[in-house]
Nanobody, 115 residues
């Protein structure tokens, strides 16, 4: 059983930056593919970015060039650096860990982009 705890969310002005962190425990972190997803009010949860166990990354078109996902296997942590934030980035951001056939989710952290 893997536990995921997100942190780093908050209120930021348009154009600002935030870094989200997701600390994992209870499993062998390095074998998991990790990801960030988000869900805005009234919308479905959507993929933001993923990183495989060997460091390959993938991004939603809407965040390419602005967000960067990374992982530190020594700290059992995955990060999401978010730059040039827009109001449409406002959502609850969820951390995800996958190692077939298992999938785990964190509880989410709120990101609000507003002036």
């Amino acid at each position: 059983q893997v536990q995921l705890v997100e942190s780093g969310g908050g209120l930021v002005q348009p154009g600002g930056s935030l870094r989200l962190s997701c600390a994992a425990s209870g499993g062998i972190f390095r074998i998991y593919a990790m990801g960030w997803y988000r869900q805005a009010p009234g919308k479905q949860r959507e993929l933001v970015a993923t990183i495989t166990s060997d460091g390959r990354t993938n991004y939603a078109d809407s965040v390419k060039g602005r967000f960067t996902i990374s992982r530190d296997n020594a700290k059992n942590t995955v990060y999401l650096q978010m730059n040039s934030l827009k109001p449409e980035d406002t959502a609850v951001y969820y951390c995800n860990a996958k190692s077939s056939p298992y999938t785990y989710w964190g509880q989410g952290t709120q990101v609000t982009v507003s002036s």
